[in-house]
């Protein structure tokens, strides 16, 4: 039941978009927003599960890219599947056109349970920079950024990545800067944690101050 404001208002679901290049520490502002009481919804969790077998995106998969890309235990091999479309655009974007609508359609159904709450639920979408969809639902995008340095530097750190790779992956996505076009609100991820916790505590309040974006 959603909780009411004066005069028994009821704040409709709120929806916020939240997104940042590899290494830019967007799980990590996902889990301090989760901590204040967001619902998140994760475009990477969903994506694993509609190309688990049995959901809509796995025997489409194998049927466009081959037996090949199937692991021992039935399971898509997704280290297989990712050197297969990631220097091959023509693979990345029919990868793509199977498996977005199915995690479109996921997710708004997901956060289909919120409505009628007065819940902030973010929606988690690290390619939402790549996408060309409208998102009118969304009252507000945040962009997790760091200098691209900075990011090759966790990726090698926390990963285990080599800097060549990172630097490869970081030039598959979209570039910074079009993310920061993308951009209602900056979350800067150039320093420690406490200084990160600083951050998302502004992102909070600004949220909070965000209308709900209403249909019609």
Known sequence: MAAAGPLGYRRPV?????????????STVSALLAQRGAVVID?????????APGGPAYQPIIDRF???VVAPDGSLDRPALAALVFSDPKARTDLQAIVWPAVGQSMAAQMAEHE??????VMDIPLLAES???????AGVIVVDCPPELAVERLVTQRGM???DARARMAAQATREARLARADFVIDNSGDLDHLEQEVK???????????????
């Open 132 to 138: 060309s969809n409208q998102r009118p639902y969304l």
């Open 43 to 51: 475009a990477d969790l969903t994506t694993r599960k509609v190309q």
């Open 14 to 26: 709120l929806v916020v978009g939240l997104t940042g290049g590899i290494g830019s520490g967007k």
């Open 162 to 164: 080599t800097a060549e």
């Open 202 to 216: 502004r992102a909070w309040e600004w949220i909070e101050a965000l209308p709900a974006v209403t249909a019609g």
């Open 66 to 68: 081959g037996a090949g």
């Open 116 to 121: 009628g709450t007065d819940r902030v639920v």
